[in-house]
């Protein structure tokens, strides 16, 4: 009872010091009407002439991937270590798997309804075209690789719910597909990455070297790429059922 | 002008907070998700009043596509009730 | 009245962070403490967007456009840079977030629990 009387005065001692120091003495600078520097740099050489320009009318595509490249780049292998520690946590041996796929078979399956279906079938169609052309616009609107790649898994969900995970697995959408697509954007990005040291004798990620807009694009379609399979490997990962996990571990744990 | 861009922040900041608050109280996980996914709603409406759009468009699709079936995944897979005060 | 509205705006957004680290600490489902961590994530990446906001009317968003003359466009866009470290901050919270679930599902079907007050004498450490 009094250390909860104690964190609460401390939370509300230092809610209303935060409250005072951030409206009264403004330390975070808001609400001003000027630029700060750095900002006014980025913004005036993205789409200059000459210069340290990136010829991308879009600013904030500009910063993340040319002026702070690295940054993308670890971060994206970042993203990378968490799904492929997702799916060695939940990972089985190849004799455990065999015995998922036959108890997966003998499971009582059901269709939904052919409205379902259909028009399931058309919205992921359209779904797959907009994020496309999110994905691939990047450089000059609003867009990018993480936004299309993450309206891409948005469309693979909706395949997830209408058709059961047995039945893609039936038409040859396994973990082992995913996780090359996945490794085939990754490979993409770093061969654009890397193209301007073994191609033009320039420093790593100097994309400016590369001829016209190649390197942005080539860029957002690897990141395109790696960010849908990412998600639909844990999706897939994930998705199997409770009671057959429940079974193959009980054999692993008796043995 | 600036004022009317300013009080719809204000009034759909309020809308948040009200909405992960009644997320915190709630104690069918189910319902505490959904709470938190309409806040989700509210917050990339701001961020658009903000002059943020790519970020729109990453965080709707996380947030309220991917994040939230993965924890109806993890929901399905646990317990549904929080047991406690 | 600007003023006043910019720092209701602030006030909130800090009260929502409290809010989710008093969730974080005090709700022992572990599938509650992953929901209100989110929500401390949205109420801190709001808040870098709102420092890289400006006060001038009509405000445009950092993409420059031909039909626009360049100093307006300098005089009236907002900043870029937060809005760069706020997309990246969105994929790693939400790599996070899958790491997270993974591990709160394993522990369901191994230990059968998935409180946080049990999980002491589950783990067998030293009980208070």
């Known amino acids: 009872m009094k250390r909860d009387v104690i964190v609460a005065v401390s939370f509300l001692l230092a809610f209303l010091f935060i409250a005072y120091a951030v409206t009264v003495k403004n330390v975070l600078?808001?609400?001003?009407?000027?630029?700060?520097?750095?900002?006014?740099?980025?913004?005036?050489?993205?789409?200059?002439?000459?210069?340290?320009?990136?010829?991308?009318?879009?600013?904030?595509?500009?910063i993340v991937w040319n002026y702070r490249g690295f940054d993308t780049l670890f971060e994206t292998f970042v993203f990378f270590l968490a799904i492929m520690g997702a799916v060695?946590?939940?990972?089985?041996?190849?004799?455990?798997?065999?015995?998922?796929k036959e108890l997966e078979a003998r499971e009582p399956h059901r269709r939904m309804d052919i409205i379902v279906r259909a028009i399931t079938k058309l919205v992921v169609i359209m779904i797959v075209a907009i994020s496309a052309s999110i994905a691939l616009h990047g450089h000059l609107t609003p867009g990018g690789g993480f936004q299309g790649g993450s309206a891409m898994a948005v469309a693979s969900l909706l395949l997830f719910a209408a058709f059961s995970k047995f039945t893609l697995e039936k038409k040859g959408l396994?973990?082992?597909?995913?996780?090359?697509?996945?490794?085939?954007?990754l490979a993409l990005i770093l061969a654009t990455v890397l193209a301007p040291v073994f191609l033009y004798g320039g420093k790593v990620l100097e994309i400016n070297l590369l001829p016209g807009e190649t390197g942005l694009f080539n860029l957002d379609v690897g990141e395109y790429l790696a960010v849908t399979f990412g998600f639909l490997t844990v999706f897939l990962v994930l998705g199997v059922s409770e009671w057959i996990f429940k079974t193959?571990?009980?054999g692993e744990v008796n043995d | 002008?600036?004022?009317?861009?300013?009080?719809?922040?204000?009034?759909?900041?309020?809308?948040?907070?009200?909405?992960?608050?009644?997320?915190?109280k709630e104690h069918d996980l189910l319902k505490a998700l959904a709470l938190s996914s309409v806040q989700s709603t509210f917050f990339a409406l701001g961020f658009y009043i903000l002059a943020a759009p790519d970020i729109v468009l990453a965080y709707l699709a996380i947030a309220v596509g991917v994040y939230t079936a993965l924890v109806i995944l993890a929901i399905s897979k646990t317990e549904r009730y929080e047991v406690g005060e | 009245?600007?003023?006043?509205?910019?720092?209701?705006?602030?006030?909130?957004?800090?009260?929502?962070?409290?809010?989710?680290?008093?969730?974080?600490?005090?709700?022992?489902?572990?599938?509650?403490?992953?929901?209100?961590?989110?929500?401390?994530?949205?109420?801190?990446?709001?808040?870098?967007?709102?420092?890289?906001?400006?006060?001038?009317?009509?405000?445009?968003?950092?993409?420059?456009?031909?039909?626009?003359?360049?100093?307006?466009f300098l005089s009236r866009a907002v900043d870029p840079v937060p809005q760069a470290l706020v997309l990246t901050a969105v994929v790693i919270g939400m790599a996070m977030n899958i790491l997270l679930t993974t591990y709160a599902i394993q522990f369901y079907r191994l230990h059968g629990t998935?409180?946080?007050?049990?999980?002491?004498?589950?783990?067998?450490?030293?009980?208070e």
């Open chain 1, 88 to 100: 060695s946590v939940l990972r089985l041996t190849d004799e455990q798997e065999r015995l998922v």
């Open chain 3, 1 to 72: 009245m600007i003023s006043l509205l910019l720092a209701y705006i602030t006030i909130t957004l800090f009260a929502m962070v409290f809010l989710g680290i008093y969730g974080v600490a005090t709700r022992s489902n572990l599938i509650k403490k992953i929901i209100m961590l989110n929500v401390m994530n949205d109420a801190i990446n709001m808040l870098f967007i709102l420092i890289g906001y400006r006060i001038v009317f009509p405000v445009f968003p950092p993409i420059y456009e031909k039909h626009i003359t360049f100093e307006e």
């Open chain 3, 114 to 127: 998935v409180d946080a007050r049990d999980m002491a004498e589950i783990m067998g450490g030293e009980g």
């Open chain 1, 174 to 185: 396994t973990v082992k597909h995913t996780v090359s697509a996945y490794a085939l954007g």
């Open chain 1, 248 to 250: 193959v571990l009980r």
């Open chain 1, 29 to 62: 600078g808001l609400g001003g009407a000027e630029l700060r520097p750095l900002g006014e740099f980025y913004l005036s050489h993205s789409f200059a002439h000459e210069g340290l320009t990136s010829h991308s009318p879009e600013v904030v595509t500009a």
């Open chain 2, 1 to 24: 002008m600036i004022e009317l861009h300013l009080l719809i922040l204000a009034i759909v900041v309020s809308f948040g907070f009200v909405f992960s608050y009644l997320a915190m």
